[in-house]
Every structure is written in structure tokens, then in C-alpha cells.
């Protein structure tokens, strides 16, 4: 059974020799779940991180995908990789538990290489900026400046809103015990003062007081039903006052 085991995972990772297993589901199965994956085909890039979140191995795809991006070898039209990797990433957050160590450089390595590849096909502002908020304390303070979910933060009071009822509410349940949520609160608290720049703040670095204006006017209103009632100004000020610029 051992020497069956050790077969099956020196099967050469391409579709034309493991698809041979799929007259033996539970061999099958097997490779799947246990085989590494540091070096597909780029034709068989895409199914091989299909299969692997299908598995459950988000973190076996990032190892996957950021070589092939050190590569410079994924031969996939870039909305379809975007897509791709952002569902990686979002698995790999729900994840995070079943890695040895949140210090693997290697790891963090690949991360980084897969946040700046995002970042230069102008991946969705919207899913980078999530992903930038999730993954902050795990980069942080490695060669990645978190610049897309900087822009979001300081032009959209409603994705700050939202990060901070994330942070200390768990999103719209404000009835969880605080301390449950803490590590979220410290990676709130982390993300507002290593940030740069400030709702308002022009390409030139001075300051737009309406865009400014609007943006506080607009935050406070959807913070106004958080208790106690002077919470949101307390926010507002403290995220204002840890600007770097």
C-alpha cells in the first residue's frame, strides 16, 4: 500500500498521465488531495488550481500560482486569471489554519509575487482591495504596499464603513461578544495607521476640502446607529489622525 501511495504521487503533473486515475476514484482522490504541485504545463495550469480548490488546497495553489508567475509562464488571458486568483486567495483566507507556520517566507513570498501580479492587470478594484484587507497583517511589512485598498479606504466611505463593522461588529450582527472579533480589530487598527494618504487628498498631495467633506459627512451618517453614540466620530477622528500624509 505504501509503495502504491509513493507511485501515485510521483505521477508527472500533466492531464495526459493523471487522468489515468480516473478509472480509480480513491487513487484518484489521493493525488489530489496529497500530491505538490510546484510545476504544471501552462495548458494545464487553470484545471490544476481548479482541482486544487476543489480539494480544499488553496495554499498548494498559491505556491502553484506564484511560481508560475515568477515564470512568467501562466498563458491565460488575464480575466481569466484575475478571477482565478482572487478565488484562490479568498479560499487561502478561510485557510489560513491549516498552515504550519503564518512565517513561511517562501510562502509570503509567493503571496507578494501574486498581489503585485493583480495589481498589474488591473484587477477589480473592489475584489484587490478586499483581498489587500485580508491578507494586510500577513504581508505587512514585506515589499507590498497595499495601494488599491488605500484608494478604496480613501474614497469610498462606504467600504470603510463596512471594514469597520467588519472589524468590531462582525458585519451587520452587532450582538457578538467584541473579543471575538479581535484579531480583526487589530488588523483594522494595523491597516488605518500604516496607510498613506487621506480622504480629499489630490494627486499633488494637497487637499480637496468638499471630496474631504462629503467623504466625513457620508461615514458619519452610516456609522450614526453604532452605540455608544459617539462612536463613529471617535473612528472617523482616529483614522484621520493616523494619516502619514
Known amino acids: 500500500e505504501k509503495a ?13 498521465f493523471w487522468n489515468i486515475l480516473d478509472s ?21 495550469f487553470v484545471q490544476t488550481i481548479e482541482n486544487l480548490l476543489e480539494k480544499n488546497r488553496p495554499w498548494m495553489a498559491v505556491k502553484l500560482a506564484g511560481h508560475k508567475i515568477e515564470e512568467r509562464s501562466i498563458g491565460v488571458e488575464e480575466r481569466t ?17 491549516n498552515l504550519v507556520s503564518m512565517n513561511d517566507e517562501v510562502l509570503r513570498g509567493y503571496l507578494i509575487v501574486i498581489f503585485r501580479y493583480l495589481q498589474e492587470i488591473n484587477t477589480s478594484v473592489d475584489d484587490l482591495a478586499v483581498l489587500e484587507f485580508k491578507f494586510f497583517d500577513f504581508l ?32 451587520d450582527d452587532f450582538h457578538h461578544q467584541s473579543a471575538k472579533f479581535g484579531v480583526k480589530v487589530d488588523k483594522i487598527s494595523l491597516i488605518l495607521k500604516n496607510l498613506d494618504g487621506f480622504p480629499g487628498k489630490k494627486q499633488d498631495g494637497g487637499l480637496d476640502e468638499d471630496a474631504m467633506n462629503s467623504w ?4 458619519r451618517e452610516q456609522l450614526s446607529d453604532l452605540e455608544p453614540s459617539n462612536i463613529g466620530d471617535e473612528i472617523i477622528g482616529r483614522f484621520f489622525a493616523d494619516r502619514k500624509s
Open 4 to 16: 502504491r501511495k509513493l507511485l501515485i504521487l510521483s505521477i508527472p503533473k500533466e492531464h495526459k
Open 24 to 44: 480509480f476514484p480513491s487513487d484518484k482522490d489521493f493525488f489530489w488531495n496529497k500530491a505538490d504541485f510546484l510545476s504544471v504545463p501552462k495548458d494545464d
Open 81 to 97: 486569471i484575475s478571477s482565478l486568483l482572487v478565488n484562490v486567495l479568498n479560499l487561502a483566507d478561510v485557510h489560513t489554519s
Open 140 to 171: 505587512y511589512p514585506d515589499f507590498y504596499l497595499p495601494k488599491t485598498l488605500e484608494r478604496k479606504l480613501s474614497s469610498d466611505p462606504k467600504f470603510f464603513v463596512d471594514l469597520i463593522r467588519l472589524a468590531h461588529y462582525g458585519g
Open 216 to 219: 466625513v459627512a457620508s461615514a
